[in-house]
C-alpha cells in the first residue's frame, strides 16, 4: 500500500540500503527480447503439488499477464495462484537479467519491501501473546525520545495512525540514499531524519503511511525480545513458519539465485540496476528476501493468525478504513482490499503481493523485478488486479494510487 507522488520514497512499501557512490551503480540497460511464459512444474512451493486450473481460465490467465507486462514494460514477472478445490497457476514470464536475458522463473530470491511489516508486526504481537507489551500502552512506556511518545501508542504505530514523519520523505533522506545507494544506515539515524520535522497530525486521527513507525517496533522488539529483530524474526517467525528462503539481510548481501530488479528513482531519473542496493535503509520497514514458494505459506499463515493467539489475531483483523482506497482497509501490519488479506512491497527496482482470500481459501503472491510506475500506478497492482479480475472476480484486488 504505497501513496504515488514525486517523494516515491515516502510510500508504504520501503526498504534499507548499504550503499556506494551511484557510479558503482550498473549504468541502465536495454530490455531483453521477451521470452515466453515458463512453466513452474517442479518448483512450486512443497506442499502443492501441481494441479491445473480450467484451461479457458488458465489461457485468460497467461494472456492477462503477459499484456500487462507488455503494456507497463516490467522486465520478468512470477505470479503464484493457489484455489482449493479449483487448481493451481504458477507460472513467470519475461526476464530476470535484462543484459543475459536469464529468464524470469518461480525458484529466484526476490527483495520483498514493505512485506516485511507483516513480519515485524507479528514479531510485536508475539510479544503481546507474552505479556511483555501491552497494544495500548504510549510508546514511551518502552523507548524514549519518540516526539509525543506519551500519546502515541504501540497499537498507533501498527496501524499507521501515529502521526508520526516518514524519513522516507525526508529530503536530506532520499538525496542520501540516491546518491549513494550502497551505505549503510543505522535505525537511530533514520529516526534522526524523522524526528527533525513536526508530527503531522495527532496521534489516532488519522492514517498516513509512515516507515517511521515500524522502524520504531523493530527497536522495540529489540528491547523486549532482548535480541536483534533479524535473530527474533528468524527464531519466533521464519523459522516456525517453515519459511527457510526468507532472511532479514544486515546489508546487501542477496542469496543466489535471484533476479536484477530495475527502477527509474534515481538523481537523474535514469534506469538503474538496483540488485546490489543495499536495503538498510528500511531494516524492520522493508528489508527482507523471500521466494514464492516460502510466500505462498505465509500469506495464509499471517492472515489467520498461526503464531498468534486468537485474541491477539482479532485485535490484528480490525482494519479500519483508509480515506482514498475504496474497500480497502489497514490493521496492525496487514491490509484487507475485496476481502484479501495481506500486504504489498516495493523498493527500488523490486515490488511484490502477498494476500489470502479466506472465503476460497485462496492465495495470490505476485514478485517482479521493477518498480517503476505506470500512468501513476504500481505495477503490482495491476497485475493483481488483472488476475483476480478473472479467477475471483467477486474479489477484485485493488489498490488506487493517490497523487
Not at 503464531?307 to 482479532?314: E, F
Request: contains cysteine; glycine residues 10%.
Amino acid at each position: 500500500m504505497r501513496r504515488a507522488s514525486a517523494r516515491r520514497l515516502a510510500t508504504a512499501v520501503l526498504v534499507l540500503s548499504t550503499l556506494v557512490p551511484l557510479a558503482l551503480v550498473a549504468p541502465p540497460v536495454q530490455a531483453a527480447p521477451p521470452r515466453a511464459a515458463v512453466s513452474a512444474t517442479g518448483t512450486q512451493a512443497d506442499d502443492c503439488p501441481p494441479h491445473g486450473l480450467d484451461p479457458a481460465l488458465v489461457a485468460g490467465l497467461d494472456k492477462a499477464i503477459e499484456d500487462v507486462r507488455q503494456q507497463t514494460g516490467v522486465p520478468g514477472v512470477t505470479v503464484g495462484l493457489w484455489i482449493p478445490g479449483r487448481g493451481s497457476y504458477v507460472r513467470s514470464f519475461g526476464v530476470a537479467d535484462k543484459v543475459t536475458g536469464a529468464p524470469m522463473t518461480p525458484d529466484l530470491n526476490m527483495r520483498i519491501g514493505s512485506e516485511t511489516k507483516t513480519f515485524t508486526a507479528t514479531a510485536v504481537l508475539e510479544l503481546v501473546d507474552d505479556g511483555l507489551v501491552r497494544l495500548d500502552d504510549p510508546i514511551s512506556a518502552y523507548l524514549h525520545g519518540v516526539p509525543d511518545g506519551d500519546h502515541i501508542t504501540v497499537r498507533q504505530l501498527l496501524e499507521m495512525r501515529s502521526g508520526l514523519f516518514s524519513y522516507s520523505a525526508d529530503q536530506g533522506f532520499v538525496t542520501a540514499l540516491l546518491s549513494h545507494p550502497t551505505r549503510p544506515f543505522t535505525p537511530h539515524q533514520l529516526l534522526a531524519y524523522a524526528f527533525r520535522h513536526p508530527n503531522v497530525f495527532a496521534p489516532g486521527t488519522q492514517f498516513q503511511y509512515s516507515n517511521t513507525n515500524y522502524i520504531l517496533l523493530g527497536l522495540l522488539v529489540e528491547k523486549l525480545g532482548r535480541m536483534p529483530l533479524a535473530e527474533f524474526i528468524r527464531e519466533r517467525v521464519t523459522r516456525p513458519s517453515h519459511l527457510h528462503r526468507t532472511p532479514f539481510p544486515l546489508g546487501a548481501e542477496f542469496p543466489r539465485p535471484h533476479a536484477h530488479g530495475y527502477t527509474n528513482q534515481t538523481p537523474t531519473g535514469a534506469i538503474a540496476d538496483t540488485t546490489h542496493w543495499n536495503p538498510s535503509w528500511g531494516w524492520a520497514a522493508g528489508a527482507m528476501i523471500s521466494d514464492l514458494s516460502d510466500l505462498h505459506r505465509w500469506a495464509k499463515g499471517v492472515a489467520t493468525g498461526a503464531l498468534l493467539s486468537p485474541a491477539t489475531q482479532a485485535q490484528r483483523e480490525n482494519f479500519i478504513p483508509v480515506p482514498g482506497f475504496d474497500g480497502a482497509g489497514y490493521g496492525l501490519g496487514l491490509f484487507q482490499t475485496h476481502g484479501w488479506i495481506g500486504h504489498n512491497g516495493s523498493l527500488p527496482g523490486y515490488e511484490s503481493v502477498t494476500v489470502y482470500l479466506p472465503e476460497q481459501d485462496a492465495t495470490l503472491v505476485i514478485l517482479l523485478n521493477t518498480d517503476i510506475l505506470y500512468n501513476g500506478n504500481e505495477p503490482s497492482t495491476l497485475f493483481a488486479k488483472a488476475i483476480t479480475s478473472l479467477a475471483t472476480p467477486g474479489h477484485v484486488y485493488d489498490l488506487p494510487a493517490e497523487g
